[in-house]
Every structure is written in C-alpha cells, then in structure tokens.
C-alpha cells in the first residue's frame, strides 16, 4: 500500500475506469450491486457511488445504484484516452520492460498485477468475483485494459516471457485463479516513484558482501578452482547459457565465502538469492526458484552471479516425500539448461539429488573442512592475537571442527570475557565450541590440553616389530604412496608409530577410528570412508585407520549386503590412494583375505622383549628422576612377558597425579598393569 500512497489523481482515474471495465463484463456487476446494498463499500467509495445510496436507513434502491454505476462507467469511457497511469509508472515499466525484453501488452498485463497486488480496492474488486476460471480472468483483464483477448492469452501465456521470467504467476483461490506477482517486493518497488533496476533487483537478491577470505585460502581446491576460474571466465565473455555449479559441504566450511572470493576473483557482482522475506520468515522453495529466474531476467546485461544457498530444500527428496525441483523436473531441467546467469548452487550434501538435475551441472565439488595448516592460518585471522599458539593448534587439530564455529564462539567470548585474562578466553573458547561439537554428533576429546600422542621415552628401538620400521621410514617421503597395516596386542605402539612418522615427514596426519565412521544408517558408512581418503588427500595427509578390522570383515562370512559394500567401498578407496595409508588393528583373524593383498606392508607389533623392556624401564625411571633401578629390578621386568610401551605409557602419566618416590614404586605399578590385562591382581613385589 505504501507505493499507492505516493500515487495522485492520475491513479485514482485509472483504477475506476479499470474497475467500471471489469464489472461490465459478462454481466459481473451482479457480485457488486446486490439486493441489499454494495458487496464492498470501499470500492463504492472508489468510484464516488452517491453517499444517499448507503448512508440512508431507507432500503436499498438496486435501481439507483445500477443507474449511478453506468453513468459514472460511461463519463470515463467518454474520457479513457485521456485517463494514463502516473508518468512514473510507464517509466518504471519501460526500464523494467527493456530488461526482460516485454512487450507493450505485456507491460500493462504487469501492471495490472502489480498494482492488485499492491492496492486493496483492487483486489477487493477482483475477489468479488466467485469461481471464475482462467480464461475468465484473462476476458476480464483484456477488457480493463481494451484490448483483444487473444493477444493478453499470448502475453499469459507459460511460454511468454512474463510467466518465463519468473514476474508473474497463476495463483488457484477458492474464488478462481488469480493472476499474481510473485514477489510482492517487486511490485511495491515498481509502483514506487524512486523505482530503478537495481531496485527490482535487490527485492529479490541481495549483493554479497565483498569476501574477507582470498584464493590463496583455497590451495587444497586449487585445482578445481582453476579449471571453474577458466570455464566461468569464458562464461561470461561468452555470455553462456545454462552455466551452474554446485558447490557441497558441511557447515561452516565456507561455500559461501567461496562463491564471495570466485566473483570477486572473476571482477563479477555476486547476487545472493533470499531465504527469508523482509520479516524473517522463511521463503519456500518455489518462490525461491521464481525469485532466482527473475534474477535470471533482471541481471542477463551484467556481469554477474547468482549464488542460491540451501539448494538442498530444492533438490533433496527422501522416502517419504518429493523434493520441489522434482515435482518440476521438466520446467526445472530447462532452467538450468537455459538461465542467462551461471549460478553456483550451494548445500550441505548432494545425497537425495536426482542425478537427472546433477548431469546437468557443469562442476559438482565437495567443499571439505580446510586442512590443518589452513585451519590454523584462518583461525589466526578470526581470533586475532588474543589466544595462545596452544589453543589454536588445538583447535586447528580437530578436522570435524569448522571456522564458522570457531568464529561464532570467539564473538561470544570477546563479548562477554572482555576483563578476563588470554589464558581465561582460551579456556572459555574451547569450552563453547567443545560443546557445539558434542550437539553435532562429534566428540571434543580432540580439543583436551593432554593428548600427548608420542611418550617423551620414544624410540623405535622400543617396538618389537618384526620389519625393520626405521630403514622403511627412512625411505618414505611425504609424496610417496604406500599402504600398510599394523597388527599386534593393544599397546604395542602401533597408532603411536603413526603418529611418529607423520612428526618426521612434516605432514599432517588424519586419525580416524571406528566409532567416526561406523553408522546405523544404510550407505552412510561407505559415505564416511569416501570422505576419509578424499579429506586426506586434499590436505596432503597421512590417513590412519583404527581398529580397521571393523570394515575389512571376510566377506566369505558376511550375512548382510552391507558388510560387503563396506568391505568394497574400503579397498576400491585404498587402491586409488595417492598418499600415505595406515591401518592398525589388534585382530587379524576374520580379516578380508583379498584386503590383506592391497597392503603393501604388513608388519607385526608384538610384546617387548626382554632386553627392550630393561631398556625401556632405565629410560623411564631417567626421564622420571627415579632412582633404584637395579639387577633385581632388572630381571623382574624382563621376566614379565607380556609388556608393551603403552604399559609403561600409562604409569609414566601415573606419576603426574601420585609421585613414585623411587624405581621400585615404578615397577610395582608396572607389573599391577599386566596384571590387571591377565584378569587378577597381583602381590606386593620385593626385591
């Protein structure tokens, strides 16, 4: 209504010759003129209907009224040539003409929509009509406007270009159907007198704002991002139809700064189609989709792109329910083999896409969490220098953790721990996003401050193996691709073996274990260990596997089809591995004789020899500052035989919290541990 009110005089007489128009035919004026009076006193008030006629307590003179209506109908007629829309009015539509390449009749079919749609009175007119169909409305607005039927049919037409824009649409009501604009927005800003096409536009997409992110925060998707940068490049000069790509990942990885840094890279404005209205509320996916085919029309002369977000409410169907892209499949695949502007689809996944809509993107990429030594460098950015280098490798270590969850959180924390010291904000922050990672389905165990993952006393002298482990780590280097699987007892240093050998090399090393990848629901384990080895392989890291005999069943005895896909979805990963693979576990047996063929290295972790467990208590007890370690301590220890280094692990981590006065308390200790794994307790040792 607020466009209406800037409009004068000029409006007025429009809309009452429009309305006089619409109740002359096929004898409407019937559903205004009742028995009992006016069906809509504001519009009587429009059209000046004498006052006598309703304000009188006298009964209804039916007569008077009909005869004041055909008067009024015939002394506008009389002056219709000159009865125009407002000046700024045929302006606005011009502008907005030239854009999307209307035609005069299609122009003033615009207006006539847009001003129902703005003003009342008019809508109250055309709902005083009951249950009239299509042609019907068409009849009615060819005669407001006087002009012929078949021409407004043409202009209404799905092919034509109000309705192929995205302007216009049919909307059914329990009164018949309605012509309506889609965008509300879009109609006030056409009727209003500081109207511009960027107007037009920013009703329905906003401009992104300018990225604070740049290429150079991509090296992990260099490569993709160097073939769309050409493609799109050309795109654009080209003025290329049916360009789109879509961009998925999980949350807070950045797609939409991405697509901000792409535009930026590319000197083209970015247009981000709405999710929500004016008021916040949300906007389903068809309006969405008309709102980015408008789009299409409005921005086809500029240099520019389209980002529609949350493209999972328009693509993603399920069991139970269609997805609207879907129950539009035909008009949906000709909009992206047709839009004018290419357009970077954006979502959380791609799972539930009909790959009829996937064939027709011309790049479809994961966008993954970032890799650690990028983590690390963005989370530099978000949280300044208030943090200690402790906090954000911890932060940076966790692969499940995402920037945007770490930049809310430090905006908590910087807000609300202003007087706090930076060991106080660096415990408030690992706190909050430790807690966002808990509600997400993840564990927080990586953020705790001791995760020490290589002992102090660490020497590959100490493992028991049955391959020589420091000439083959001699012979590795980061580039090298290599498969090996680590078997022995719980505690042989295996896993720690991993972790010492990515220290050497200078790589990163992603731990993934059974419980973050084993899931109750069908297709998506073998979707977590796709996106294990791809995760990997972009962050040029080594993968570890633990406890890797949860996947890699025989499947000679597997009772289920999904105990196989697994096992298959594994091997046909680890063949096409380009990097450094190792999986550990504590269980040969029942492992899948053909996995056990892909690893070019099997080595056997097995219990500490005599010698090495001497070695390893005077290392200990050294590093320790305990003294007493003599002969009797000495053959004690080699008599045990079932030692591993993470027995003497696990005492040494004792003493932080009770202090072993001497040697002797250590071993005692020690030998309670083994114990304890043969199932009793064991007596006090003297020597």
Not at 258 to 272: F, G, Q, S
Not at 287 to 299: E, F, P, S, V, W
Not at 541 to 558: H, P, S, T
Request: aromatic share 6%.
């Amino acid at each position: 209504m607020a466009a209406m009110k800037a409009s004068n005089t000029d409006s007025t007489e429009l809309l009452r010759l429009w309305i006089c128009r619409m109740f002359r035919t096929a004898g409407a004026l019937r559903h205004f003129i009742g028995d009992s009076g006016f069906a809509d006193l504001d519009v009587a008030l429009l059209l000046k209907m004498p006052a006598r006629l309703y304000e009188d307590a006298k009964p209804f003179d039916t007569l008077a009224a009909q005869k004041a209506f055909t008067e009024l109908s015939r002394d506008l007629e009389a002056r219709s040539k000159r009865i125009r829309a407002p000046r700024h009015w045929r302006s606005n539509l011009q502008q907005l003409g030239k854009l999307l390449n209307l035609g005069s009749v299609e122009e003033a079919v615009l207006l006539v929509a847009a001003v129902q749609d703005v003003d009342p009175v008019l809508r109250d007119a055309f709902n005083l009509f009951r249950g009239h169909r299509r042609n019907n409305r068409v009849a009615v607005i060819a005669r407001m406007l006087d002009l012929p039927v078949t021409e407004v049919q043409k202009a209404l037409s799905g092919k034509g270009r109000l309705m192929s824009s995205g302007l216009v649409k049919w909307d059914k009501r329990t009164t018949g159907d309605f012509l309506d604009v889609v965008h509300s927005e879009v109609a006030e800003a056409l009727l209003s007198e500081s109207f511009s096409p960027q107007s037009a536009i920013r009703a329905i997409a906003s401009p992104a704002p300018a990225p604070s992110l740049s290429l150079r925060d991509y090296p992990y998707l260099a490569e993709t991002l160097g073939y769309m940068r050409r493609y799109l490049r050309s795109a654009l000069r080209d003025k290329l139809n049916g360009v789109n790509i879509y961009l998925h990942g999980p949350p807070g990885t950045g797609k939409s700064e991405l697509a901000r840094v792409i535009a930026r890279d590319l000197r083209a404005t970015l247009y981000e189609v709405a999710s929500e209205d004016a008021d916040g509320d949300p906007i389903s996916g068809i309006r969405r989709l008309g709102a980015l085919r408008l789009a299409q029309g409005l921005l086809a002369r500029q240099r520019a792109l389209l980002a529609f977000d949350e493209s999972e409410d328009v693509f993603s169907s399920s069991l139970f329910s269609r997805s609207v892209a879907a129950e539009r499949k035909g008009w949906i695949n000709r909009m992206l083999e047709n839009n004018t502007v290419p357009t970077l689809w954006l979502s959380n996944a791609c799972r539930g896409v009909d790959p009829a809509f996937l064939r027709r993107f011309d790049f479809i990429f994961e966008v993954p969490a970032p890799p650690p030594d990028q983590r690390i460098r963005t989370l530099r950015r978000i949280c300044s220098q208030e943090l200690s280098e402790s906090v954000l490798q911890r932060l940076a270590d966790c692969d499940k953790l995402t920037p945007a969850v770490v930049a809310r959180a430090h905006a908590v924390v910087a807000r609300s721990c202003k007087e706090e010291t930076a060991s106080d904000k660096g415990r408030a922050l690992l706190h909050l996003v430790g807690q966002t990672l808990q509600s997400q389905g993840h564990s927080a165990s990586e953020l705790e401050a001791d995760k020490d993952t290589i002992p102090k006393v660490y020497d590959l002298a100490f493992l028991n193996s049955d391959q020589p482990l420091t000439e083959i780590s001699a012979q590795l280097q980061p580039d090298a691709s290599c498969r090996m699987c680590l078997y022995g007892p719980p505690g042989t240093g295996k896993s720690t073996f991993g972790y010492w050998l990515a220290r050497k090399l200078g790589m990163p090393l992603q731990v993934k274990r059974a419980s973050d990848i084993l899931s109750p629901y069908l297709g998506e384990t073998e979707k977590q260990i796709s996106q294990a080895f791809i995760g990997a392989q972009n962050a040029k890291a080594i993968l570890m596997i633990d406890e890797v005999d949860g996947f890699l069943r025989d499947r000679r005895q597997a009772v289920r089809s999904w105990e196989v896909s697994q096992v298959n979805e594994l091997l046909t990963r680890m063949e096409r591995f380009q990097g450094i693979f190792i999986a550990s576990t504590n269980l040969m047996d029942g492992m899948d004789p053909a996995s056990l063929r892909r690893f070019d290295l099997k080595i056997s972790f097995g219990f500490l020899s005599p010698q090495q467990a001497q070695q390893l208590l005077k290392s200990h007890c050294r590093n320790l500052g305990l003294s007493g370690v003599n002969k009797a301590a000495l053959e004690a220890i080699a008599a045990e035989p079932k030692l591993t280094p993470g027995d003497f692990a696990n005492v040494a981590r004792q003493h932080r919290f009770r202090r072993f006065p001497d040697a002797q308390a250590f071993l005692q200790a020690l030998l309670n541990e083994c114990q304890l794994k043969a199932g009793g307790p064991r007596g006090k040792l003297g020597f």
